[in-house]
């Protein structure tokens, strides 16, 4: 099928939770967190490698995103986890659920198979954060976004 026009884009816009909810802090805060995972890996600011398939990833394009290391719904403990994001392209995160195998391979050779265990052994753990402390969080990784564009 040929098409005349370009498909339309869905505006980023589109779902963001209103200012000033619970949703939208912790939505603020992903944003920053996921943000803060790429460029502390990215040789220049620009770029990344995925995770799990080592594909070029372009910082701020739809095939660059950040991956969890456990499913953010099922474990939302490790949600801002410092080992538990990376950097991983579209087709490994959406298309792959995670291509988890490979994560978790990976993440044991990163941080070690202890860390990881206890990592894995309180996945379920509950957890509850507030809007206070989502705000507080972002600030802290925006410092931290700060320190390395300075850098
Ligand atoms: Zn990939």
Redesign the pocket.
Known sequence: MKRKKPLKRTPLKRGVPKKGTLSRAKKDCWDAFSLLTKLERSPDGEWNK?Y??D?DIKIGTSDDQGGHLFPKRAYPVHYFHENGVRP??Y??NINMEG?RNVFIKRMIEEIGQEAYDEMYVHRHDKVKITKKEYEEMTRQYKDRIRQIIER
Request: charged fraction near 20%.
């Open positions: 995925c799990t398939c594909k991983q392209c087709r490994c291509n």
